[in-house]
């Protein structure tokens, strides 16, 4: 059963009894997309799985990433069908300096601010040279109608977040660290249920791993998780 976010902000409510004129609708909106994010960084979400392409410009070695972009996984020449290898910005200055090799196919990668950086630089202008695997964000509850993007079963775990930051507000504490502990249980049951429905997914991915019909698995500490 689907529970949109008029519907959250409603079991909020039923269980902190909270009224809208100390905590408002608004400011529990916000609690709940804050849940959410809160959600998105915990794991390697399946559901938020995607991808992307670069287009080469000659001479350029940045390139915006997505704008919903939150981490990556691979980024793969379409047209080697190889994968690059990712450096860090510290390996890539100790590697070349401020002089990077220019011309020829990349062969590595390294993200600065809210770019991907290829290198050697492309010598070449290349329509969807590179294709970017990566977690993008979550999308937030905006209008009372909208859902969770990810299976019902879970779609009250935002919310007790939200109680918990009720509780907080009304420095109840103990209620806070009770509703929190509810919040991050349901997240790692929710984790389990992805992790092993995904097993045989072909569009699992970790960090460097290749896409194969038979999925990697992206969340190795859960294996032995009761």
Same mark, same amino acid.
């Given at each position: 059963? =689907? &529970?949109?976010?008029?519907?959250?902000?409603?079991?909020?409510?039923?269980? &902190?009894?909270?009224? *809208?004129?100390?905590?408002?609708?608004?400011?529990?909106?916000?609690?709940?997309?804050?849940?959410?994010?809160?959600?998105?960084?915990?794991?390697?979400? %399946?559901?938020?799985?995607?991808?992307?392409?670069?287009? =080469?410009?000659?001479?350029?070695?940045?390139?915006?990433? %997505?704008?919903?972009?939150? !981490?990556?996984? /691979? /980024?793969?020449?379409?047209?080697?069908?190889? &994968?690059? &290898?990712?450096?860090?910005?510290?390996? #890539?200055?100790?590697?070349?300096?401020?002089?990077?090799? =220019?011309?020829?196919?990349?062969?590595?990668?390294?993200?600065?601010?809210?770019? @991907?950086?290829?290198? %050697?630089?492309?010598?070449?202008?290349?329509?969807?040279?590179?294709?970017?695997?990566?977690? !993008?964000?979550?999308?937030?509850?905006?209008?009372?109608?909208?859902? %969770?993007?990810?299976? *019902?079963?879970?779609?009250? @775990?935002?919310?007790?977040? #939200? @109680?918990?930051? /009720?509780?907080?507000?009304?420095?109840?504490?103990? !209620?806070?660290? *009770?509703?929190?502990? !509810?919040?991050?249980?349901?997240?790692?049951?929710?984790?389990?249920?992805?992790?092993?429905?995904?097993?045989?997914?072909?569009?699992?991915?970790?960090?460097?791993?290749?896409?194969?019909?038979?999925?990697?698995?992206?969340?190795?500490?859960?294996?032995?998780? =009761?």
């Amino acid at each position: 059963m =689907t &529970t949109a976010l008029s519907a959250l902000r409603t079991f909020v409510r039923n269980q &902190t009894l909270v009224e *809208s004129d100390d905590v408002s609708d608004a400011n529990l909106n916000t609690m709940i997309n804050g849940g959410l994010n809160e959600l998105s960084l915990m794991f390697d979400w %399946p559901f938020l799985q995607a991808e992307g392409t670069v287009t =080469t410009v000659a001479g350029q070695i940045n390139y915006s990433l %997505p704008s919903n972009f939150r !981490k990556m996984f /691979v /980024v793969r020449d379409e047209d080697r069908r190889a &994968t690059l &290898t990712r450096l860090t910005f510290q390996q #890539a200055l100790n590697r070349w300096g401020g002089d990077p090799p =220019t011309g020829g196919d990349a062969s590595w990668y390294y993200l600065w601010n809210d770019d @991907i950086c290829l290198v %050697p630089i492309p010598s070449d202008a290349e329509s969807a040279e590179y294709r970017l695997y990566y977690q !993008k964000g979550i999308t937030e509850l905006a209008s009372d109608a909208d859902i %969770p993007e990810f299976a *019902s079963e879970f779609h009250l @775990i935002s919310a007790h977040y #939200a @109680i918990a930051r /009720v509780w907080e507000h009304q420095e109840d504490f103990p !209620k806070s660290d *009770s509703a929190d502990q !509810k919040f991050i249980a349901a997240a790692e049951r929710m984790a389990r249920y992805y992790h092993q429905r995904a097993d045989l997914s072909p569009l699992i991915f970790g960090d460097g791993i290749r896409p194969s019909m038979f999925a990697n698995n992206n969340m190795p500490f859960l294996d032995d998780a =009761t």
